[in-house]
């Protein structure tokens, strides 16, 4: 059964970058689509973006000037870096794995344990 | 971005009784082409991370209690508790996957009355 945890920094600096690690055991990070996600205090959850077969991102346009999802299949890890944060930035960020079939990337299953992220200074 | 609205934003229901969540897409989520809906629903109880309870709208996740059913169509749709129990206590999200970006109602808090 796949695991994910997502561990990094609690405190980060106004402007400068978060970066973030989810570790994934019991399976191969070879495969499937592996995502990120966050909740700001008080709002909804939101997707940033993904990361398939160590190479293909896809980007919510919200982020995409700040944002890069990469892959350590070494160490069957994906990272998220975000660039020139804010207070608005705060949130419990989540990494979550997602299966794709027929053309079809499908619901977020499983999710990591999430990790608090506080922009300030 | 297709936006999804949830309602009630949270409901306090009495043990054994049912309660009902409502979500509506912007736009539709369905494709015709596979009569799909591309719609699933969450549960996220505090300190863990959401958890998948229904797909496609109306597909049960595997060790689901059957009281959790999920239904509609196009840009409407239902999750129903049919006899909530105390563990059912949660924010339930619905999230469309029609679409990148993906994106999730709001959210409803369901609690005991």
């Known amino acids: 059964q796949v695991q994910l945890q997502a561990s990094g920094p609690g405190l980060v600096k106004p402007s400068e970058t978060l970066s973030l690690t989810c570790t994934v055991s019991g399976g191969s990070i070879s495969t499937y689509y592996w995502s990120w996600i966050r909740q700001p205090p008080g709002k909804r959850l939101e997707w940033i973006g993904y990361?398939?077969?160590?190479?293909?991102?896809n980007y919510n346009p919200s982020f995409k000037s700040r944002v890069t999802i990469s892959v350590d299949a070494s160490k069957n890890q994906f990272s998220l870096t975000l660039s020139s944060v804010t207070a608005a930035d705060t949130a419990v960020y989540y990494c979550?794995?997602?299966?794709?079939?027929?053309?079809?990337?499908?619901?977020?299953?499983?999710w990591g344990q999430g990790t608090l992220v506080t922009v300030s200074s | 971005d297709i936006v999804m609205t949830q309602s009630p934003d949270s409901l306090a229901v009495s043990l054994g009784e049912r309660a009902t969540i409502n979500c509506k897409s912007s736009q539709s989520v369905l494709y015709t082409s596979n009569n799909k809906n591309y719609l699933t629903w969450y549960q996220h109880k505090p300190g863990q991370p959401p958890k998948v309870l229904i797909y496609?709208?109306?597909t049960r996740e595997s060790g689901v209690p059957d009281r959790f059913s999920g239904s509609g169509s196009g840009t409407d749709f239902t999750l129903t508790i049919s006899s909530l129990q105390a563990e059912d206590v949660a924010v339930y999200y619905c999230q469309q996957y029609y679409s990148t970006p993906w994106t999730f109602g709001q959210g409803t808090k369901v609690e005991i009355k």
């Open positions: 979550a794995r997602q299966t794709a079939a027929a053309g079809t990337v499908n619901w977020f299953d499983p």
């Open positions: 990361i398939y077969k160590s190479a293909i991102t």
């Open positions: 496609w709208a109306s």
